[in-house]
Nanobody
Framework: QVQLVESGGGLVQAGGSLRLSCAVS????????MAWFRQATGKEREFVAA????????HYADSVSGRFTISRDNAKNAVYLQMNSLKPEDTAVYYC????????????????????WGQGTQVTVSS
């Protein structure tokens, strides 16, 4: 059984930084494309960033491009999201997701195509 556990969320002032982590167990992490999504209160869950299992391909939502960086460590079965220059509109529950069906350099941004999900971690950015 594949399990994803996010950590690193919290309360931060606008302009600050946070680093989210997602630990994956029970599967073959090195062959999963990984992504971060977020869901603000009353809104749909939206794509934030994704990385291929090779680490070669990354993609970001326009709203976070240039501020957030996704990375992975296949030796530690973990994926990270470094979030800089945070804004109040970044406030949301952030979810880690895994997609076991892509080839090594491919990613997708459609949440319905991700098979495994974590429980989420709350990020709150105060103004």
């Amino acid at each position: 059984q594949v399990q994803l556990v996010e950590s690193g969320g919290g309360l931060v002032q606008a302009g600050g930084s946070l680093r989210l982590s997602c630990a994956v167990s029970g599967g073959t992490f090195s062959s999963y494309a990984m992504a971060w999504f977020r869901q603000a209160t009353g809104k749909e869950r939206e794509f934030v960033a994704a990385i291929s299992w090779s680490g070669v391909t990354t993609h970001y939502a326009d709203s976070v491009s240039g501020r957030f960086t996704i990375s992975r460590d296949n030796a530690k079965n973990a994926v990270y999201l470094q979030m800089n220059s945070l804004k109040p509109e970044d406030t949301a529950v952030y979810y880690c997701a895994a997609d076991p069906k892509r080839d090594k350099n491919t990613i997708v941004i459609v949440k319905e195509l991700y098979e495994y999900w974590g429980q989420g971690t709350q990020v709150t950015v105060s103004s």
